[in-house]
């Protein structure tokens, strides 16, 4: 294999991505007194950091373990978890003056609710360790040679080549396209003959169409707290009706664990008995409609979209027990059938990506192509939501740089 080389360079790594694992990569190794250059296609890195929470970045989750990521080897995040752990993510964030608040199930936040301060926390500190960043460049392709890579990029209308011994590559997945996600991450693996485990859109809205979407779109703005599951794992937060389907971050949440043509169930009254709550409210209003006693549970909106599936014009007295065991059954196991997802505009993240298999887990360093490293989000280890795909980020890009 033969290129002309335009440009020896003096850095330790070429890092592709300045996200939140390509940024950290940089510090980490510049901590270590290793110099590395980062290439971002966007105008200004972090671009994701600064959407992320709502522009408020939740940077980690105090409960982050192993059980909280997706991969078709689940035991491979461990060691990366293990060598930078939560409790080094906070110290690491308050050492550089962003100090943490939890919010929800142990979401972190910074306390000025600021995703910029994250990002400007990893710029300066670039600039202070002499780690440089150029943005706006198009990386093309990566070549490999008997000491090291040459990375062809593009930028102001040229094209040049850098040469470094080793390349990390932490180009993110394939989520939000129009924040500059591509698929050059997997491009790359393939060009090396690196498996890919099939990729699809994870924390993402579902859709629903057909008979089922005019009760939907009935309902449309309506947040209820729920226990969403299917055979294989269940979560409890709030979900989202809209008019398109079902949102809310319990639905993100499934949507990682859910394929097409498989059921989901919710359970919308977690952890009282509906059948209780009914018999004790007939002994004191037998009278009452039905309706009104669901939209004193929820809203008089939801209860009115539960006509089509439940006696609601009857009152609590006038109930059969079949009745009782129909209302049961819908609120406590809905049975809901996504027709799709929105794709990879509205995901979150991306599941799937580089196969474990072919990564070092103590270095995430590639077994067929020494001198080359994955992490962050093109690496088959997705998070759930709430802060864990931002400890993956960290932890994978420390743990690169610990090897550069």
């Known amino acids: ?42 105008d200004k890195v972090g671009a994701k950091i600064l959407i992320s ?19 078709q080897n689940e035991h491979f995040c461990k060691s990366t978890l293990s060598q930078w752990s939560v409790e080094d993510t906070v110290n690491f964030f308050e050492t550089y003056g962003i100090d943490g608040k939890e919010k929800t199930l142990g979401q972190l936040f910074p306390v000025s609710d600021k995703a910029k301060d994250v990002v400007n926390l990893f710029t300066d500190l670039c600039n202070d360790l002499g780690q440089e960043i150029l943005c706006e460049a198009d990386v093309k392709s990566i070549e490999k040679f008997e000491n090291g890579f040459t990375v062809s990029m593009e930028r102001n209308g040229r094209t040049e080549n850098l040469f470094a011994a080793k390349v990390v ?10 924040m500059g996600a591509t698929d050059f991450g997997l491009r790359t693996a393939r060009k090396f003959g690196l498996k890919i485990n099939d990729t699809a859109p994870a924390l ?3 859709t629903i169409t057909g008979k089922d979407q005019p009760w939907y779109e009935q309902l449309s703005g309506s947040s209820i707290f729920c226990r969403v599951w299917n055979d294989r794992i269940s979560f409890e937060e709030n979900i989202l009706f809209t008019h398109w389907g079902l949102s809310g971050p319990a639905i993100l949440q499934i949507s990682s664990y859910w394929k097409p043509g498989e059921y989901i169930y919710i359970d919308l009254l977690p952890h009282q008995n509906i059948e209780d709550l009914i018999q004790q409210e007939r002994i004191l209003n037998g009278k009452k409609m ?19 599936y439940l006696p609601v014009d009857k009152n609590l007295a006038s109930l059969s027990k079949t009745d009782i065991e129909n209302i049961s059954s819908l609120i406590h196991e809905f049975p809901v059938k996504p027709a799709g997802d929105k794709g990879y505009d509205k995901a979150e993240v991306m599941r799937g990506g580089v196969s474990t298999g072919e990564l070092s887990s103590k270095t995430l360093e590639t077994k067929k192509m020494p001198g080359l ?11 759930w939501l ?11 890009g420390f743990v690169i740089a610990q090897n550069l």
């Open 1 to 42: 294999m033969t290129a002309k080389l335009t440009k020896q360079t003096d850095f330790d790594a070429i890092i592709i991505g300045g996200g939140a694992c390509g940024l950290m990569c940089a510090v980490q190794a510049g901590f270590l007194g290793k110099r590395t250059l980062v290439l971002e296609k966007n």
């Open 53 to 71: 929470g709502g522009g408020r970045c939740n940077y980690t989750n105090l409960y982050a373990s192993p059980q909280q990521f997706i991969s």
């Open 169 to 178: 590559i932490a180009s993110g997945g394939l989520p939000i396209p129009k």
């Open 204 to 206: 993402v809205p579902l």
């Open 290 to 308: 039905l309706l009104a006693y669901l939209a004193g549970l929820y809203t008089r909106k939801f209860a009115e979209a539960l006509s089509d």
């Open 373 to 383: 490293y994955f992490g962050g989000e093109c690496v088959d280890v997705t998070g």
């Open 386 to 396: 709430g802060g864990y795909n931002f400890q993956w980020a960290w932890a994978s």
